[in-house]
């Protein structure tokens, strides 16, 4: 991979075992808690999952929402639920917020696979729903949320989870963690560098200052630019300008970008550039 060039491709081998996985325990569910990343609402999907999970009553969670303006991510719910077609509920698994409207709605999405069950004569059992989603989107933590326990293991990196693992939330529920899975190939570069962004590609699979770059200029063209802009004390923003006001500077005194890549990308992931939406909203 050339340093400064914009390319990135991850598929390591555990997520296609991964999604062996998903597919083989798909018939044990009654319905798919979908877990995105509220700042990318749209690049933190899958273009083909009917494909991927047949067409399972689906619930869609919008998480990290702490991390986003409020008012714009309410737009995007009320768009996702008439495009989706189903239930959305914005959630912030890290936060003090509860989350008793997943569990609630989960289990209403799958009583008539329940109700269907019974009339067979069968006894009622819990439901059963799995979460999936791209990697380090929070599946994980919202389930450790709702046991109000740390059963599953989280981190602020792709790939964390690497088995699946049922959780009983309660009589009536009981959830599937999964590893996130990332398509195949990544056709969409903007989209994988999206990804890149809220890591949720590892960083083994990229270089810190193409993909730097791409977030400034997204930055530097948005409503976000001034906010960004005064963080960083300078009125322009690239790579070389942020680091020669940081006066960071290696041999020969030229800037040191990667450095200043590097810090770019966790301030952007710690919120501290803004409560910043990345995907447009489709009009
Ligand atoms: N700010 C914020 N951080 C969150 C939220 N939910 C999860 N996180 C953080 O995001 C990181 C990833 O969380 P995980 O729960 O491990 O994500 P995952 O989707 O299970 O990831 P994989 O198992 O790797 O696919 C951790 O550092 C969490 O603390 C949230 O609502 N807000
Ligand atoms: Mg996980």
Same mark, same amino acid.
């Given at each position: ?31 798919? &808690? ?8 749209? +690049? ?37 639920? =008439? ?11 890290? #936060? ?5 409207? *997943? ?21 009622? %059992? /819990? ?8 990697? !380090? *989107?929070?599946?994980? +933590? ?11 293991? &989280? ?11 049922? *959780?009983?939330? !309660? /009589? ?7 590893? #996130? ?16 962004? *809220?890591? +949720? ?8 200052? /193409? ?22 004390? =300078? ?9 020669? !006001?940081? !006066?960071? &500077? ?8 990667? %450095? ?21 909203? /489709?009009?």
């Amino acid at each position: 991979m050339k340093k400064d060039k914009l390319h990135i491709h991850w598929y390591p081998g555990h997520i296609a075992k991964a999604e062996r996985q998903l597919k083989e325990k798909l018939n044990l569910v009654d319905v798919i &808690i979908e877990v995105r990343d509220s700042r990318i609402p749209l +690049s933190s999907s899958y273009s083909n999952i009917e494909k991927l999970l047949g067409d399972k009553p689906r619930l869609l969670l919008l998480n990290k929402a702490d991390l986003v303006d409020k008012a714009e991510l309410s737009n995007w719910c009320e768009y996702l639920k =008439t495009s989706t077609n189903c239930p959305v509920i914005v959630t912030e698994a890290k #936060g003090n917020n509860e989350l008793s409207a *997943v569990v609630k709605t989960a289990v209403e999405l799958s009583e008539p696979k329940i109700q269907a069950l019974m009339a067979k004569g069968l006894l009622r %059992r /819990p439901a059963r729903a799995m979460v999936v989603g791209m990697p !380090n *989107v929070g599946k994980s +933590s919202v389930i450790n949320k709702l046991t109000k326990s740390s059963k599953t293991k &989280i981190g602020a990196k792709a790939g964390v989870t690497r088995q699946q693992q049922w *959780v009983r939330i !309660n /009589p009536k529920l009981e959830l599937l963690d999964t590893p #996130g899975i990332i398509p195949t190939r990544q056709d969409d570069q903007l989209q994988a560098t999206k990804l890149a962004f *809220v890591s +949720s590609v590892s960083e083994n699979a990229y270089s810190p200052e /193409p993909v730097a770059k791409v977030l400034l200029e997204m930055l530097s063209g948005g409503k976000y630019a001034e906010f960004v802009k005064d963080y960083y004390k =300078t009125e322009e923003l690239t790579l070389e300008s942020i680091a020669t !006001n940081r !006066n960071w &500077i290696i041999k020969g005194e030229n800037p040191d970008t990667e %450095r200043t890549a590097i810090y770019i990308l966790k301030d952007f992931r710690e919120g501290r550039l803004g409560k910043i939406i990345l995907d447009e909203l /489709p009009v």
